[in-house]
């Protein structure tokens, strides 16, 4: 059996290393964490009669890390006309359900703001995929590296569905990011019940604060 936290030990530097590589387009931090998601399944399936060398193994591994530039760096770069796009039909949205008591729909916003609606589709699409990432990359937790093994910590204290709640909130491990309603039903729980997880969730990363 592999001395899984040895391995990590050994070779945090070379993480963090592959880390910073992938890390052009997003928070480092951000990066780092997932590698080290990565480099822990890496030291659970290594195989030492293999012939390779661990460090082989974790940055083949670590390769996954592309993927996090891929699905999330459009998102990170939202074009200046675009997020002005946003600004306005959510600015329209609320003074819309302040006047109407209830959520306006897509015709309305199309109506009141002037745009097609396959671009106020956009625009909202632009806006759920932007708020979602952004709760993972504004969260206290994350700004600083030394955070990143607290973060890893209580990840893995979870319990399995604590763990996709945490995942599908923030994009972690690459699960695509849902807001409440659709990880409540995606779980089968109560929306209180969630809220009272992802409650339990902050206190817990807070205890670890830097």
Do not use: C
Request: no cysteine; net charge positive; glycine share 4%.
């Amino acid at each position: 059996m592999n001395d899984v936290e040895k391995l990590l030990k050994d070779n945090k530097k070379l993480i963090d290393l592959e880390a910073s590589r992938y890390a052009s387009n997003l928070p480092l931090i951000t990066v780092q964490i997932e590698a080290h998601r990565l480099a822990r399944e890496a030291a659970k399936t290594f195989d030492p009669s293999s012939g390779f060398k661990f460090s082989t193994h974790l940055v083949n591994s670590l390769k996954k890390l592309s993927r996090l530039s891929t699905q999330y760096g459009s998102v990170l770069r939202v074009p200046e006309n675009t997020q002005f796009g946003v600004n306005k039909i959510q600015k329209i949205e609320k003074d819309l359900e302040h006047t109407l008591g209830r959520q306006p729909t897509l015709e309305e916003l199309a109506h009141h703001s002037g745009f097609s609606m396959k671009a106020v589709e956009s625009m909202l699409r632009t806006r759920k995929n932007s708020t979602g990432i952004s709760s993972l990359f504004e969260a206290p937790a994350l700004f600083h590296s030394e955070n990143d093994e607290w973060v890893h910590f209580v990840y893995h204290d979870l319990s399995d569905k604590d763990k996709l709640i945490f995942e599908h909130m923030t994009g972690f491990g690459g699960k695509p990011v849902l807001d409440n309603k659709a990880i409540a039903s995606k779980l089968n729980l109560s929306t209180s019940t969630l809220n009272n997880r992802i409650k339990l969730i902050n206190t817990t990363l807070a205890k670890g604060w830097k």
